[in-house]
């Protein structure tokens, strides 16, 4: 493995994990520890074969591994009530939603589509190139595909919520009055 080949693609595996992650502390991370594994493991790397397929596979399973992780501990954790914590959470300010709604749009799909469409759509890669990134058939790739364009559709049509505004401190809030 030559190691401007291996400089070459941090770029698309920047772009690709921070699209998974939706975190740019976290896409690093995930950048460095696929860049150490495959480092580490770059004797499982077939001379000739397609080295970006390689090291997003190695990016696929690491992220794949850290959710499983996640869940797991998630499990074991106690619940939280979420109601009980909405005066602690604080809605961003107009431009960034509008700027952050492709983002939560995506992070809204399933695990699998989401993966299948950034590979295709933001990686520029063939179907067969996403079929031995994620491991799945042809044909699973390009259902997940569909599913995910079309699902993403619908939540970027779907109306957005109305920030709640507050009444400033210095007025009064106006007196509702029951109608018959």
Not at 32 to 52: N, Y
Request: glycine share 4%.
């Amino acid at each position: 493995m030559d190691r401007s080949d291996l400089l070459a693609q941090i770029p698309g595996l920047r772009r690709y994990a921070r699209a998974l992650t939706g975190n740019t502390w976290a896409a690093d991370d995930l950048v460095q520890d696929t860049l150490e594994r495959a480092c580490s493991k770059w004797r499982l790397w077939s001379v000739g074969s397609d080295l970006r397929a390689w090291l997003f596979t190695v990016m696929h399973n690491l992220y794949a591994s850290d959710m499983r992780r996640t869940l797991r501990r998630q499990q074991a954790g106690t619940p939280v009530d979420v109601d009980a914590l909405t005066h602690e959470l604080a809605a961003p300010d107009d431009t960034t939603a509008l700027e952050i709604d492709l983002q939560r749009c995506l992070l809204q799909l399933p695990e699998e589509q989401r993966t299948v469409l950034l590979l295709v759509s933001m990686e520029d890669m063939s179907y067969e190139q996403v079929a031995r990134v994620t491991g799945s058939p042809l044909g699973t790739v390009m259902s997940r595909l569909s599913r995910a364009r079309s699902r993403l559709q619908q939540l970027l049509d779907a109306p957005a919520i109305a920030p709640v505004t507050s009444v400033p401190p210095t007025e009064a809030a106006p007196v509702l009055r029951r109608l018959k």
